[in-house]
C-alpha cells in the first residue's frame, strides 16, 4: 500500500466517498435509473464479495458488470454457461508444452478481475461448482498446483428466475457463496424514454476508468476495519438467530451468513463517507445478504410464502439498537 492513500481508517473516509461516488457516476452512465442496485454492487466489490443478479434478460446485468471492470481499470471475462460446458472452460486446463516437453497451465477466463458467469444456473451443477474453489479462496488447483486469480475479483453471476427449462437450481453451498443476490428491474417510465431517444440519437457512452485496482484494494481494506460497535453486532446476531428460529424456515442464516451481512454493511457505510456501522446501514443490506440463505419449509411453500416476506416479518419484530448507542 502506497503512502498515496491515507490509513484505512476515519481519516480516510472522505477519500473512500468521493471515489465511490466517482465509480457510482460512471457506471450510472451506462446502467441508467439503477443507482440503489449499484450502491449495493459496489458495497459487494468493496466488501471483498461476490454478486448474484437474478432478473429477466434485458435489464443491463451484462451492462453493470462491464461498467464495473472499465470504471475500476480491471480486467474482466464473460463466461456464457450452457449444459455442454465443463469445469476446464472455466478454470483453464493444463496441456503438453512439444518444445519444453511438460504439462503447462493454460488459464481460463475466470483469471480475470471482474468475470461475468451469465445464466450460470444453465449448466451442470459439476461444472457450477468449478467456481466455488475460485470464489471462496481466490486461487484455482488443477492437478495439485494453485494458481491465484488477480486481485481485487469479483464474479457477477446471473440467472433468469422466469425461464426455467433446461436449467440447474444453485445448491446452498453455492448461494452462500455470493455475498449478495439483487435485481435490476425495468426502468421506469422516464428513464427508459431517456435511453431510448440516447441511443436513438447516438452510439452506447463510452466510459472510462476513475480509479484504479490498487485504490480499490485500499478501499476492500477500508471498508473492513469501519468501526461495528457491539449492539450492532448483536443486532445482526439477534437477526440470524431469529431465522433459524422462525417456524417457516427450514434453514435459517449461517454463521457465514451473519459474517456477510456484517461486511456488506461494512462496505455500505463507508460508501456513505462514514467510517462505523449503523443499523439503518445493516438494515439497508440485509435484503440482498439474507433472502438467498433463507430456506421455506413445505407448509410456506404449499402457503405461497417467499423468504423476502419472512425477513420483512423478522426484522419488523427484531428492535434496532437505538442510533445514539451505536455512533
Given at each position: 500500500m502506497t503512502s498515496q492513500y491515507p490509513p484505512p481508517n476515519a481519516a480516510g473516509a472522505q477519500q473512500f466517498r468521493a471515489v465511490h461516488d466517482s465509480v457510482l457516476t460512471e457506471v450510472e452512465r451506462a446502467v441508467?435509473?439503477?443507482?440503489?442496485?449499484?450502491?449495493l454492487a459496489l458495497a459487494c466489490l468493496f466488501a471483498g464479495g461476490h454478486l448474484l443478479i437474478e432478473d429477466v434478460p434485458g435489464t443491463g446485468k451484462t451492462s453493470l458488470a462491464k461498467a464495473l471492470a472499465t470504471s475500476t481499470a480491471g480486467g474482466w471475462h464473460r463466461i456464457q454457461f450452457t449444459p455442454d460446458l465443463l469445469p476446464g472452460d472455466i478454470t483453464g486446463v493444463s496441456v503438453w508444452d512439444q518444445v519444453a516437453q511438460e504439462f503447462k497451465f493454460r488459464p481460463g477466463p475466470v483469471f480475470a478481475n471482474i468475470v461475468l458467469a451469465d445464466e450460470i444456473n444453465r449448466a451442470s451443477p459439476k461444472t457450477q461448482s468449478a467456481l466455488l474453489e475460485v470464489m471462496e479462496e481466490g486461487q484455482v488447483t488443477v492437478d495439485g498446483l494453485a494458481h491465484p486469480v488477480p486481485a481485487p475479483f469479483l464474479v457477477v453471476a446471473t440467472q433468469n428466475p422466469i425461464d426455467l427449462e433446461g436449467t440447474y437450481q444453485l445448491p446452498e453451498a453455492q448461494l452462500d457463496r455470493f455475498l449478495m443476490r439483487i435485481a435490476l428491474g425495468h426502468p421506469d417510465l422516464d428513464v427508459e424514454t431517456e435511453i431510448l431517444t440516447g441511443r436513438a440519437q447516438a452510439a452506447p457512452p463510452s466510459l472510462r476508468p476513475v480509479t484504479d485496482l490498487q485504490q480499490v484494494e485500499w478501499m476492500q481494506q477500508a471498508a473492513s476495519t469501519a468501526h461495528a460497535a457491539p449492539e450492532v453486532i448483536r443486532y445482526v446476531a439477534l437477526l440470524a438467530k431469529a431465522t433459524r428460529e422462525h417456524t417457516a424456515l427450514r434453514l435459517g442464516v449461517s454463521t457465514r451468513g451473519?459474517?456477510?451481512?456484517?461486511?456488506?454493511?461494512?462496505?455500505?457505510?463507508?460508501?456513505?463517507?462514514?467510517?462505523?456501522?449503523?443499523?439503518?446501514?445493516?438494515?439497508?443490506?440485509?435484503?440482498?445478504?439474507?433472502?438467498?440463505r433463507l430456506v421455506l419449509n413445505a407448509q410456506a411453500e404449499v402457503r405461497g410464502g417467499n423468504a423476502a416476506a419472512v425477513l420483512a416479518e423478522i426484522m419488523a419484530t427484531v428492535p434496532a439498537p437505538v442510533p445514539a448507542t451505536v455512533g
Open positions: 441508467k435509473g439503477k443507482t440503489a442496485a449499484i450502491r451473519s459474517l456477510a451481512l456484517v461486511r456488506a454493511a461494512q462496505a455500505y457505510s463507508s460508501g456513505w463517507g462514514r467510517h462505523f456501522v449503523t443499523p439503518d446501514d445493516v438494515r439497508a443490506v440485509a435484503g440482498p445478504v439474507l433472502t438467498h
